[in-house]
């Protein structure tokens, strides 16, 4: 079915938001790289300082959400791109500090920006779009297309430039998008009963702890943690790969061209798999609305913790396998998000929802962020073991999803909408 008007505002303005949220987030590894060698530092220590950056991103989530619900979606995604461009400037002015700890607070007034699009975005797009399952899929299209080209263009440009000027550059599409965004119009309630615009809504602390006390004595309860899981597990893999990549004895046997001497094979492979996710939320996105949420979780993070068992052993089979596994990762790592997304819109009532993605992210790249500190130290003692981590959270993810499944979501309060929960 052909999106309407309003659906297609709506989505050309959070797909923008979203592209960029994931544009800035994933360029954060590649710097990553650069600065462990620009200020010699450890794995373990560059991991607690880059955590300091993403934690907030999903800290903040939560009042993010409340905010959404309080002040309007629109103006929030707005302060997000405002905000994150603002960081990045900020970012490339540490250069000048020469230190590890300027980069740390422009990566935390990053996060602190990026914080409120998730719940904000999700909750415009869950209240105001008709075709809710093809504007998710192409929502998180628009993620991965951001996703892809942060780190792209930041390595590219690292090839010819200081990181610092790599990273004022990556600043300026912000700015584009917030003029765009000014000029957007569509009605944010449009696809349930409730009239009105984008407008303040009051939202007391007892209510606050009301709603709270809503979502967790539901089912919504165990996405919380099935979502916090699917974080724990997905920050692990993206902040760390293109190190881990670097360092890969097949990296060592390719032959660059002259003039390209420079250039990182790792890099373009981590690339690589971010494009492989498209096709991965893509095919998420559109299977929602066929398959249980609960059963394509079990499923995927079942898959997630096959392939983290297996990289050790795939390392050693040469680079075509290296090749053919990072785009299988690729893919799973995100096909799986359009199922945690349509959960927490069965499992919530549209009156909640801005806090109910709140709570999502704050699980998903709040405490998800937990495993890119645990993971610095894990790594440096063992490529092994960190992988091994990584397979304990997909498990854990998988269990908690098989007990959806099974009737879990019975428990206290019944999902919001029960045939689509069956």
């Not at 002040?71 to 905000?83: E, S, Y």
């Not at 075709?131 to 299209?141: D, K, L, P, Q």
């Not at 990181?163 to 700015?175: D, E, H």
């Not at 007391?204 to 099935?226: D, K, P, Q, T």
Request: charged content about 10%.
């Amino acid at each position: 079915m052909a999106l309407n008007a309003n659906d297609r505002s709506i989505a050309g303005f959070t797909m923008t938001g979203h592209a960029l949220v994931h544009w800035f987030e994933t360029s954060i590894p590649i710097f990553l790289v650069v600065w462990i060698v620009e200020f010699d530092v450890s794995v373990a220590w560059i991991g607690i300082v880059v955590a300091l950056g993403y934690a907030p991103f999903g800290l903040g989530a939560l009042p993010g959400g409340i905010l959404a619900d309080r002040f309007g979606t629109k103006r929030l995604i707005l302060f997000c791109l405002a905000g994150m461009s603002s960081a990045f400037l900020v970012l490339a002015l540490a250069a000048v500090a020469d230190s590890i700890y300027a980069v740390a607070v422009g990566l935390v007034l990053w996060g602190i920006a990026a914080s409120v699009y998730h719940p904000a975005g999700l909750s415009l797009i869950s209240t105001g779009v008709e075709e809710r399952g093809t504007v998710f899929a192409w929502h998180g299209i628009a993620g991965n297309v951001g996703i892809a080209l942060g780190p792209f263009v930041a390595a590219t440009l690292l090839f010819v430039l200081e990181w610092q000027y790599v990273a004022a550059i990556l600043a300026v599409p912000g700015l584009v998008a917030v003029a765009y965004g000014l000029r957007a119009e569509f009605d944010p309630v449009a696809a349930t009963d409730a009239t009105g615009s984008d407008s303040p809504q009051a939202l007391s602390l007892s209510e606050l702890r009301s709603n709270s006390r809503v979502l967790f004595a539901s089912a919504f309860a165990i996405v919380f943690v099935i979502v916090t899981f699917e974080g724990l597990f997905y920050r692990g893999v993206l902040t760390f790969l293109p190190e881990i990549l670097h360092g890969l004895p097949a990296m060592a046997e390719i032959e660059l061209a002259a003039g390209l001497e420079g250039i990182e094979p790792g890099d373009y492979i981590y690339v690589g798999l971010l494009v492989v996710g498209m096709a991965g939320q893509y095919t998420g996105g559109k299977l929602t609305s066929r398959v249980p949420a609960a059963r394509g979780l079990a499923v995927i993070f079942t898959i997630l913790a096959v392939l983290a068992l297996a990289f050790v052993p795939v390392t050693a089979m040469g680079l075509g396998m290296i090749l053919v596994y990072c785009a299988v990762l690729g893919f799973f790592l995100f096909a799986i998000q359009p199922f945690y997304q349509e959960a927490v819109a069965v499992y919530t009532p549209p009156d909640t929802r801005g806090l109910s993605y709140g709570y999502t992210y704050l699980g998903e790249f709040g405490l998800g962020a937990t495993s890119i500190a645990i993971g610095g130290f894990v790594l440096s003692e063992s490529l092994g073991l960190f992988f091994a981590m990584l397979a304990g959270f997909a498990l854990t993810g998988a269990l908690l999803s098989a007990g959806l499944v099974v009737g879990l979501d019975r428990v206290g309060i019944l999902a919001t909408d029960p045939e689509r929960a069956d």
